[in-house]
């Protein structure tokens, strides 16, 4: 079992920063990849950003550029700085981990809340 809780989420203007991170413990050894989902009210849950085992960082067109994924294996750590924040960034981030084949086994964390206010 895995259990992935997050921090840093709050209020900030449109334009600001704010930095999410993601603890994961438990038994990690499985864990391939690593990263970050929102959902705003009425939408969809979507993939934000992921990061592999080896580092490599992926994001969604939307928020590149602004949005860095990054993840230190040694401490079971991932983190989402987000710079420039737009009103459509508002959403619950939630941190998620998949295991390696063949389980594909995902887990979750409860979310923290991101509003971006004009």
């Known amino acids: 079992q895995v259990l992935l809780v997050e921090s840093g989420g709050g209020l900030v203007q449109a334009g600001g920063s704010l930095r999410l991170s993601c603890v994961a413990s438990?038994?990690?050894?499985?864990?391939?990849?690593m990263g970050w989902y929102r959902q705003a009210p009425g939408k969809p849950r979507e993939l934000v950003a992921i990061?592999?085992?080896?580092?490599?960082?992926t994001v969604t067109d939307s928020v590149k550029g602004r949005f860095t994924i990054s993840r230190d294996n040694t401490k079971n750590t991932v983190s989402l700085q987000m710079n420039s924040l737009k009103l459509e960034d508002t959403a619950v981030y939630y941190c998620?981990?998949?295991?390696?084949?063949?389980?594909?086994?995902?887990?979750w964390g409860q979310g923290t809340q991101v509003t971006v206010s004009s």
């Open positions: 998620n981990g998949q295991e390696y084949l063949p389980s594909l086994r995902m887990y």
């Open positions: 438990g038994s990690t050894f499985n864990i391939n990849t």
């Open positions: 990061v592999d085992s080896g580092g490599k960082p």
